[in-house]
């Protein structure tokens, strides 16, 4: 309920504990632009540092997508999305990651790492994880077994056990833009090399059709999308898919 969300800010500022993020979505099933408004103005009021906001998506196996609700009409969501742009913009905030807003300084350094191509440790039931190995000009991304029966090995010797894939080539690079071209201020030459281990060279025909879309603009070592590239994220994102054999 809205009110266990208040109670819990409530019990957040009261722990002094300020460095919080509100998660946040708009195009929801009968919302109105002016109650998206509503809903961000509240969200600020509370007081985070940082905001997540994105668009209601119907995800493959879940209820919404197998019984799908009527949602607001692109035009509204288009409104939706730009007018909480301006308002935040107006307000202080920055938007430095597609969905992910932040007053100055707040950042988040978890994702942070995920959108700049870092490595992470997969611990628990489900969790993923990933290497980096740029000197062999690869990563491995493994997987642990997602049911907790399976993890503690209750139904055989899978115990920690993961799933590996070897990620490489062109595939490695789409993977790398379709994490740092998320963020606002996108990506250096110098660090897609640095973490795949692949040479410009080998982006060179995505990165020129990007940059004919308008999608992307390449100054200074610097890949950076564009307005336009920002609102066509998902265009941008598959230049960089491996050509089909």
Partial sequence: AVTDVYRSVEELHAAGIQNFNIDLMFGLPGQSPEMAAFDLNEAVKLQPVHISRYQLTLEPNTLFYAYPPTLPDEDKIAHMEEAGKEFLDANGWRQYEVSAWSLPGSECRHNLNYWRFGDYLGVGAGAHGKIAEPDQARCQRRVKPRHPDDYMGRNGPTRQQSSCKTVTGQELAFEYFLNSLRL????????????????????????????????????????????????????????FLPASE
């Avoid at 606002?184 to 110098?190: I, R, V």
Wanted: hydrophobic share 40%; glycine share 8%.
């Fill in 184 to 239: 606002t201020d996108g990506t250096e030459l110098s660090a897609f090399t640095a973490r795949t281990g692949l040479q410009p060279r080998s982006i060179r025909l995505p990165l020129a059709e990007a940059r004919r879309r308008k999608l992307l603009t390449a100054n200074d070592g610097f890949l950076r999308p564009t307005p336009l590239g920002m609102r066509f994220l998902n265009d941008l994102q598959a230049l």
